[in-house]
Structures are given as C-alpha cells and as structure tokens.
C-alpha cells in the first residue's frame, strides 16, 4: 500500500471513530436530559405522578384505564405476626 492511501484509511477510521464516540455521548446526555425533565412531573400532585402511579386502581383517563398493582390473587392468605420476621 502506499503512503497515500494508508493515511487516508486511519483518518477515515479516526473519524468514524471519533463519531461513534461522540454519538454514545449525545445519546446519553439526550436521556439524562430526559430523565431531568421528566423527574419534577412524576414528583408532582398532579395526578400523573407518583401518586397516581401508587393507587392500585383508578378510573378510566390519561393512562388508558384501571390497572392493577399485583397479579390477581385468587387464594389470599394473611400473615401472621410469627410468619414475619425482621
């Protein structure tokens, strides 16, 4: 090969490189992003939120619908205060 073409080949390399590095980077600044804006709306009283989130069933509106928190339970057992421990 000659002296040309190698150096054209590394640069070609360093560039892809280089921005696959700087793609990694943006993407992950572009969810931390994300999460920094998301965060004060979850943490708010406004029904979208945590609170929301918490309530085992609600009615019918922003989130499509009643969900529920826990598979269904058909045989429900209590526990008592020996079954638990600390």
Same mark, same amino acid.
């Given at each position: 090969?000659s002296? %040309? $073409? %190698? %150096?054209?080949?590394?640069?070609?390399? /360093?560039?892809?490189?280089?921005?696959? /590095?700087f793609?990694?980077? =943006?993407?992950?600044?572009?969810?931390?992003r $994300?999460i920094?804006?998301? $965060?004060?709306? /979850?943490?708010?009283? =406004?029904?979208? !939120?945590?609170?929301a989130?918490? $309530?085992?069933?609600? %009615?019918?509106?922003?989130?499509? !619908?009643?969900? =529920?928190?826990?598979?269904?339970?058909y045989?429900?057992?209590?526990?008592?205060?020996?079954?638990?421990?600390?």
């Amino acid at each position: 090969m000659s002296k %040309t $073409q %190698t %150096t054209i080949e590394i640069t070609i390399g /360093f560039i892809v490189v280089l921005s696959l /590095f700087f793609s990694i980077i =943006s993407i992950w600044v572009w969810a931390n992003r $994300q999460i920094a804006n998301r $965060q004060p709306i /979850f943490n708010s009283d =406004s029904g979208l !939120g945590r609170k929301a989130a918490g $309530q085992p069933n609600r %009615t019918p509106g922003w989130a499509g !619908g009643n969900k =529920s928190l826990v598979w269904p339970v058909y045989n429900v057992e209590e526990l008592t205060k020996e079954e638990v421990h600390f």
